[in-house]
């Protein structure tokens, strides 16, 4: 069960690392305070990073199955 959810929270994480960066990028009004190609890059780094990180920090608690823990781990974050 434990593994479970720390797959969703993992999961979560990867989600929201990315949403509370992108904040600090609008106004209280909605509008982007930088050009949006550059917000969408920083973007694509950030939830790559972080992304990658958890990922990491998930399997290294794995000893066993990988590509079974793989294979839920990417159908889990995909949903």
């Known amino acids: ?3 479970y959810l720390r797959n969703i929270l993992y999961g ?3 989600w929201l ?5 992108s ?3 609008y ?3 909605g509008k982007l305070t930088i050009d949006i190609f550059l917000f969408k890059s920083i973007m694509i780094v950030v939830g790559s990073f972080s992304a990658a990180f958890l ?8 000893n066993a199955d990988y590509f079974k823990e793989g ?9």
């Open 55 to 62: 990922l990491v920090s998930y399997f290294k608690k794995i």
């Open 12 to 14: 979560f994480l990867a």
């Open 1 to 3: 069960m434990k593994k």
């Open 71 to 79: 294979i839920i781990v990417g159908l889990t974050w995909l949903a």
């Open 17 to 21: 690392i990315p949403f509370v960066i």
């Open 23 to 25: 904040v600090f990028f």
């Open 27 to 29: 106004t209280r009004e």
